[in-house]
């Protein structure tokens, strides 16, 4: 009798002790759960019972407040990222507008023939301009959607080229640059999307044209079943370029961004090709600026791919 009397005292005693504990716990995690909702800190909830299950429902409950605080610090750097790209826009926007707006009084006030043709040329240019800017947001856009797949098909790599380069002839003389090309020879076809492997190269060869100094590089080449062009210009302030960040979208070289582009052309590049399975990639050697893509060569039936290089 007596034993059951000491047995029912120490469960007693054991059952007010682990009581105690627990509603200590909870009053201990309700604190902290108030101190985590009026401070930003990196605190997490602790537990001192002695209960597995008590522990895994803290667990639980801290990697609640983890994933909590990843989705507003994605939710801030969001906000961070999308001011940064209103007062870029704004800034890419507003110059040619400005331009557009300067001109056209002058077009107006001018009695001339002579100059109002000048001046309607200069006006079509940056209205030309400002199609480029809003295309390349569309798209740049269009690649932000996870959802958003290009249309494969295959495509040849070395004809792209060719026309696309061509496409540029009179740009390359309007800038006085005659470029150094470098092609292999034959038709190597990848799975692709022509319209966005055009994109991506004239991106390339844009870049090139906007921030060369004397000299342009154009280079088609083959070589282990990977076919690819690069495009490399001279630039007169190597320093000024951080290769790590080439590719981030708005990302300009000249802190005081007057060249007339949004930044975007080798993210969008780097967007396309990817989406397409290629490679891209940038260099930077003393004032030699690079850019290349690149792609597996497939093998289609009824076409032949060659790789006999020869320089042209």
Not at 209 to 227: A, C, D, G, K, P
Not at 282 to 297: C, K, P, Y
Request: overall charge negative.
């Amino acid at each position: 009798m007596v034993f059951w009397a000491v047995a029912a005292t120490l469960a007693a005693v054991s059952f007010a002790v682990l009581w105690g504990l627990y509603r200590r716990q909870v009053k201990k995690i309700n604190q902290q759960m108030d101190f985590l909702q009026r401070h930003q800190t990196n605190l997490r909830l602790t537990s001192d019972l002695p209960f597995p299950e008590a522990n895994q429902l803290i667990d639980g409950i801290n990697q609640i407040i983890d994933r909590s605080r990843e989705i507003q610090q994605q939710a801030q750097q969001n906000e961070t990222n999308l001011k940064d790209t209103i007062t870029n826009l704004s800034h890419d926007i507003r110059t040619p507008l400005t331009s557009l707006d300067g001109y056209f009084q002058l077009l107006l006030q001018s009695d001339s023939e002579q100059e109002r043709q000048r001046y309607i040329s200069i006006i079509q240019t940056r209205i030309d301009s400002l199609k480029d800017m809003l295309e390349e947001l569309f798209t740049y856009t269009k690649l932000q959607n996870t959802s958003y797949q290009l249309p494969m098909e295959p495509v040849d790599f070395s004809k792209c080229v060719y026309d696309t380069v061509f496409s540029f002839y009179r740009d390359f003389q309007e800038k006085g640059i005659s470029p150094r090309t470098e092609f292999c020879n034959g038709h190597f076809y990848i799975a692709g999307n022509e319209e966005a492997l055009h994109r991506a190269i004239q991106n390339l060869i844009k870049n090139a044209l906007e921030h060369s100094h004397t000299q342009i590089s154009l280079e088609l080449f083959y070589r282990e079943n990977q076919v690819g062009f690069r495009c490399s210009n001279d630039v007169k302030h190597p320093e000024e370029i951080d290769i790590h960040q080439v590719f981030r979208r708005f990302y300009k070289a000249d802190p005081a961004r007057t060249h007339s582009s949004t930044g975007l052309g080798l993210s969008i590049a780097q967007g396309l090709t990817e989406q397409m399975g290629g490679t891209i990639s940038a260099s930077l050697e003393q004032n030699l600026f690079a850019v290349q893509i690149q792609f597996a060569v497939e093998r289609i039936s009824g076409k032949r791919n060659e790789n006999e290089a020869v320089d042209r």
